[in-house]
């Protein structure tokens, strides 16, 4: 039976992500328009729509013009009858195909489905085999034909993704989508740490993620020549979607097995040049009944609580000697009592090189400033190590102690700290961030490898020059928020008219202005506005790093108006010539005015208002979502934008004014505090 084109089945969050509203705005549609299309799946409190009936329903209300391929992609997978993560694994292979073998492609594409489901498994088995290897060593299993027939659809449109965005960006788009759209299911490492992990362990030809997840870890490793990439994890569906990313991503080896790793290690006869690991967090179940005497417990058996010692031992017995593992850990592992015997032969032997603690919010648990630890193998003739690097990565702090720098700057820090130590065995103290502490000192009864708990403390700025020059800026900054402080306007007179209102969304559909949503996409390097530069007027802090062509990035031009959607906050930024050029970042919305219609700043300060922000706001149990179409302005000629713009301009330079008084005087205060506690000055 051929499938149906118009098979694909949409949510109700799916709709309003095509129409570029909220989801309430679905529900008002349901409820008031009769000719709504009818649910054709899912459930009461969740039901889903055929995606051709709804397309149809929306053009013919006005309310979209055209779908964008990669949303139709990513509904038609969204939608498949056999779940997500099983068109991920479908859609991997046959672009795989599409890269190495572009006219095996298309010789299959200009048959019917019925016979493209039929070929399609004999050339997909010819090319995964070439990357991942036979059946018996690879996670990847490639589908029949009964199983590629309600595929068939989606990979032609795939394909036609691929021809704009090329095969790899093609899969990243789509694997990014369903973690973003199922995040309690799946543990990400970010972009940021994976690649310090990856610059951690060094120039390695072989390279093994244990618990690889999404092989974010692997993923981030540099590419050359001979490379040879090792994966496994519990779960068969990520090993083999893994195993897919990588193989798009380069021309290494890659293989990938689908087992528990402590339990049943794939490559218990195979030794790396380094390991990199993100391990499972506080796992009671990792195996301590069944693997008592086991041979990898070289430095003590494990406690229940502490699964995270038993995935450093395993990563230290798959290294080859002077081989270098970096695992992420949660910060309890540095110092918890249960493990003190272990981190100390760890210590005792030389194997533990590095403690690094990383700011909180690098990676999730976001809560927590997770450390990175370094290990080393240590080798027959291999003498211990007299000294620990520790890095408190925290200590990275913007100028005005306003905000942390972007990661580039953490990034930096840590590894120039890692390579002098790496090179001489030993570091300059730097209070605050780096010091190399001997291990006779670390072996006392605690064995405590916090490194905030052994680190001199940073320069604060307690002394009284110091001080006084800040004291000095706060000042001129509290006088010049005076001087900005705006006027109160005249009340207007009873019965004046208010001018007729018009929304964001009737705005864009007459052309007087474009959205762009933000996905933090960008090429290598770029600056990222994120949500928070908006909510605190900071510049772009955040960074792109998944190398996406420029034509497919959102990009900041000067008179831009930015509005957060999430959090329920009521802020926008116009975009100057120092915000200008940076990719939008997620969470954010772009409305780009035609100058001979629209003031940006009259714009932005109608968006900031706090009531149209409630009557455009939508609430679930946990977050408020901002539909930016719904948002309210007065309908005025441009000359009439003019007078509300300059005072909309006014209050925009008095709340830099106060942000400006408020870093300034955090700074004073804590400096005084340090100050005060630490004898740099006296009490009277």
């Known amino acids: 039976m051929k499938p149906r084109d118009d098979a694909t089945e949409v949510t109700a969050a799916g709709i309003a992500r095509l129409a570029g509203v909220g989801r309430a705005a679905v529900s008002n549609w349901r409820r008031r328009h009769g000719d709504f299309p009818k649910p054709v799946g899912g459930t009461e409190t969740s039901p889903s729509f055929a995606l051709a009936d709804v397309e149809r329903w929306l053009r013919a209300q006005g309310k979209l013009v055209q779908v964008p391929l990669r949303e139709r992609v990513w509904q038609q997978l969204a939608g498949h009858p056999a779940g997500p993560v099983t068109a991920l694994l479908h859609t991997g292979c046959a672009l795989l195909l599409i890269r190495d073998r572009p006219p095996a492609w298309l010789a299959l594409a200009a048959v019917s489905d019925e016979r493209l489901a039929r070929l399609l498994p004999g050339e997909l088995e010819d090319v995964v085999t070439a990357r991942l290897g036979t059946r018996r060593e690879r996670a990847v299993r490639v589908p029949g034909p009964t199983e590629l027939l309600p595929s068939a659809p989606l990979l032609r449109a795939v394909a036609e993704l691929a021809a704009e965005l090329g095969a790899q960006q093609t899969y990243e788009f789509l694997l990014g989508r369903q973690t973003d759209a199922n995040p309690r299911q799946y543990t990400l490492t970010p972009p940021g740490p994976a690649a310090l992990m990856a610059e951690l362990a060094g120039p390695a030809p072989t390279v093994l993620d244990p618990a690889c997840g999404t092989g974010a870890l692997l993923r981030a490793v540099p590419q050359r020549p001979g490379r040879h990439l090792y994966g496994q994890d519990s779960a068969p569906e990520l090993a083999a979607l893994t195993a897919l990313r990588l193989a798009l991503h380069s021309d290494a080896s890659v293989r990938t097995m689908a087992a528990d790793t402590l339990r049943a290690d794939a490559y218990d006869d195979r030794r790396a040049d380094a390991v990199l690991c993100h391990p499972p967090f506080n796992d009671r179940n990792w195996g301590h009944d069944e693997l008592a005497y086991d041979a990898r417990w070289e430095y003590g058996f494990p406690a229940r609580a502490e699964s995270e010692l038993a995935w450093v031992q395993h990563a230290l017995a798959r290294l080859v000697d002077g081989g270098t593992a970096v695992l992420l850990m949660p910060p309890a592992v540095a110092s918890r009592r249960s493990g003190r015997r272990i981190r100390a032969d760890l210590l005792r032997r030389g194997a533990l090189r590095a403690v690094i603690a990383l700011p909180a919010g690098a990676a999730p648990p976001y809560n927590l400033p997770l450390h990175i630890w370094v290990l080393r193998r240590p080798g027959p003739a291999t003498r211990p190590a007299p000294e ?41 103290e730097r209070p605050g961030l780096a010091r190399s502490v001997p291990v006779l000192e670390l072996l006392d009864d605690e064995v405590d490898l916090a490194p905030a708990r052994r680190l001199p403390p940073a320069t604060t700025g307690g002394d009284a020059p110091e001080l006084a020059s800040v004291r000095e800026s706060l000042g001129e900054a509290l006088r010049r928020a ?54 605190t007027g900071g510049a772009p802090s955040g960074a792109a790093l998944d190398g996406t062509p420029d034509d497919t990035v959102v990009r900041t031009e000067p008179g831009d108006v930015v509005v957060p959607v999430f959090g329920g906050g009521a802020a926008a930024l116009v975009v100057d010539e120092a915000t200008a050029g940076a990719a939008l970042g997620r969470g954010l919305t772009l409305l780009r005015p035609d100058p001979a219609a629209l003031d940006p700043w009259f714009l932005a300060g109608f968006l900031r208002g706090t009531a149209g922000h409630r009557r455009a706001s939508s609430y679930a149990s946990t977050a408020a979502r901002l539909d930016v179409r719904r948002l309210q302005l007065p309908r005025l000629p441009l000359a009439g934008q003019r007078a509300y713009s300059e005072r909309f301009r006014e209050l925009a330079a008095f709340e830099d004014a106060l942000r400006l008084v408020g870093r300034l005087g955090e700074r004073l205060v804590r400096g005084m505090h340090d100050g005060l506690t630490e004898d740099a000055l006296p009490p009277e």
Do not use: I, M, N
Request: net charge negative; charged share 20%; no cysteine.
């Open 482 to 535: 005076a001087d900005l402080t705006p006027p109160l306007a005249p009340k207007e007179p009873a019965g004046t008219p208010h001018p007729p209102v018009t929304t964001v969304g009737e705005l864009a559909r007459a052309g007087a202005l474009t959205l762009h949503t933000g996905t933090g996409a960008g090429s290598a390097g770029t600056p990222v506005l994120t949500d928070h530069d908006v909510l």
């Open 388 to 428: 620990l690097l520790l890095v408190e990565a925290a200590g990275v702090l913007a100028a005005d102690g306003r905000d942390r720098q972007p990661w580039s700057a953490v990034r930096d820090a840590v590894l120039d700290a890692w390579h002098h130590f790496d090179r001489h065995g030993t570091a300059e």
